[in-house]
């Protein structure tokens, strides 16, 4: 679930002793920045880096290739930037090296966010050497507006990745083919929910409700495994797009009805599964929203509204990371409280371990937390 957009904003700057204005593009709902320097190709990194750091944004006006090996030099100098040294004392507590990783994610979107690139009317780059990122930005922004418009070059590469992601799709077993994610809807790499709702025991193939469907991968694969009619909600423009695109697809628009709804459709059913957002803190770009959820609403609307949504006899799955409880944002005690509250039992649950990259790498800063993470499925009925 993901917030409206806020009212558009431009970007004001002075060249060529001109005063002139374009409109800011931001998906991580970053400001406009209040100075602005014009860049070229002679521009050094290090000053560069330095601008940057001071909050004033470079109007690249050079080669783009030669802005992305400019934005390479800058991320390396925050990547390599020393570190204060630490008091000789035990390492920080989960929370507090999570709530540091996340201080310093953002420090460093923000500075690379001040190299900012031209779009044109019609989100050509006006550069030379540039890519046609119009098809990128068009599923991103939607169609042109007759407008010009600046946006900052890592956004644009975050584009172009998206839309290769969007072209060749993630191949899901479970579905029989590949679901295409779109910009600012979670791409389904991690496989381990997937895996744990292709392989529990289905209590009815009747119907089935897919709340905050996202991709519609977990509907799709409760249609695969015979469930005849899904009803997939979400409240997010993409999402919804996203879902009905990959459902027709994999031939699956006859079982599955894609509704855009907060949380649950009318109506009960004996099946209703959600794989909400896994921790509970303030998302900084779209992209997070699948990822964070302020004060776990998502998830605790999910378990207040399960029971009377359920059928009797229903189950609902709950597939959640354990991640937040390794981390101090989460204890297992508060989990069950709130499904206590909700009226709600757990009938049983299945866990499986993590096996994506960054569980075993051990220069992750959250890397304690990251190889104990366990994902699970929890089978919740009516108390």
Same mark, same amino acid.
């Given at each position: 679930m993901q917030p409206k957009n806020s009212a558009p904003q431009n970007l004001t700057w002075d060249e060529d002793g001109e005063s002139r204005s374009a409109r800011w593009r931001s998906e991580s709902g970053n400001p406009p920045a209040k100075r602005v320097v014009i860049?070229?190709?002679?521009?050094?990194?290090?000053?560069?880096?330095?601008?940057?750091?001071?909050?004033?944004?470079?109007?690249?006006?050079?080669?783009?290739?030669?802005?992305?090996?400019?934005?390479?030099?800058?991320?390396?100098?925050?990547?390599?930037?020393?570190?204060?040294?630490?008091?000789?004392?035990?390492?920080?507590?989960?929370?507090?090296?999570?709530?540091?990783? %996340?201080? /310093?994610?953002?420090? =460093?979107a923000r500075t690379l966010a001040?190299?900012?690139? #031209?779009? *044109? !009317?019609?989100?050509?780059?006006?550069? %030379?050497? /540039?890519?046609?990122? =119009?098809?990128?930005?068009?599923?991103?922004?939607?169609? #042109?507006? *007759? !407008?010009?418009?600046?946006v900052s070059l890592r956004e644009v590469l975050g584009l172009?990745?998206?839309?290769?992601?969007?072209?060749?799709?993630?191949?899901?077993?479970?579905?029989?083919?590949?679901?295409?994610?779109?910009?600012?809807?979670?791409?389904?790499?991690?496989?381990e929910y997937i895996d744990l709702v292709a392989n529990q025991p289905l209590p009815s193939k009747e119907l089935a409700f897919d709340i905050g469907t996202g991709t519609g991968v977990l509907s799709a694969v409760l249609a695969r495994r015979g469930v005849g009619h899904v009803v997939a909600t979400d409240v997010d423009a993409r999402a919804l797009a996203c879902a009905r695109e990959n459902i027709g697809r994999l031939g699956l628009d006859r079982q599955v009805e894609i509704v855009e709804a907060d949380m649950f459709p009318d109506g009960r059913a004996p099946l209703i599964v959600c794989n909400p957002p896994w921790l509970p803190a303030r998302p900084s770009a779209t992209i997070e929203h699948a990822i964070y959820d302020p004060?776990?609403?998502?998830?605790?609307?999910?378990?207040?509204?399960?029971?009377?949504?359920?059928?009797?006899?229903?189950?609902?799955?709950?597939?959640?990371?354990?991640?937040?409880?390794?981390?101090?944002?989460?204890?297992?005690?508060?989990?069950?409280?709130?499904?206590?509250?909700?009226?709600?039992?757990?009938?049983?649950?299945?866990?499986?371990?993590?096996?994506?990259p960054r569980a075993s790498d051990k220069t992750d800063p959250l890397h304690a937390a990251r190889s104990a993470e366990v994902t699970s499925l929890w089978r919740l009925v009516a108390a």
């Open positions: 860049g070229h190709d002679q521009m050094t990194a290090d000053y560069a880096y330095r601008l940057a750091c001071e909050g004033t944004a470079i109007l690249w006006r050079g080669d783009f290739q030669n802005a992305r090996q400019l934005l390479q030099a800058m991320a390396r100098r925050i990547d390599n930037k020393p570190r204060k040294a630490k008091k000789p004392a035990t390492g920080p507590s989960p929370i507090d090296a999570f709530n540091l990783h %996340r201080l /310093a994610q953002s420090q =460093r001040m190299l900012v690139l #031209p779009l *044109d !009317e019609q989100y050509a780059i006006p550069l %030379r050497r /540039a890519p046609d990122v =119009r098809q990128a930005c068009e599923e991103a922004y939607g169609p #042109p507006s *007759d !407008e010009s418009s600046v172009i990745g998206a839309h290769e992601w969007r072209k060749k799709g993630v191949e899901i077993g479970a579905v029989g083919g590949r679901i295409h994610p779109y910009y600012g809807v979670f791409s389904p790499v991690r496989g004060e776990s609403r998502m998830l605790r609307a999910f378990l207040e509204g399960l029971a009377a949504h359920l059928t009797p006899g229903g189950e609902g799955w709950l597939i959640l990371s354990d991640f937040a409880e390794h981390l101090g944002l989460r204890t297992r005690a508060q989990l069950q409280e709130w499904i206590d509250k909700a009226g709600l039992k757990v009938d049983g649950r299945i866990d499986i371990k993590p096996h994506h």
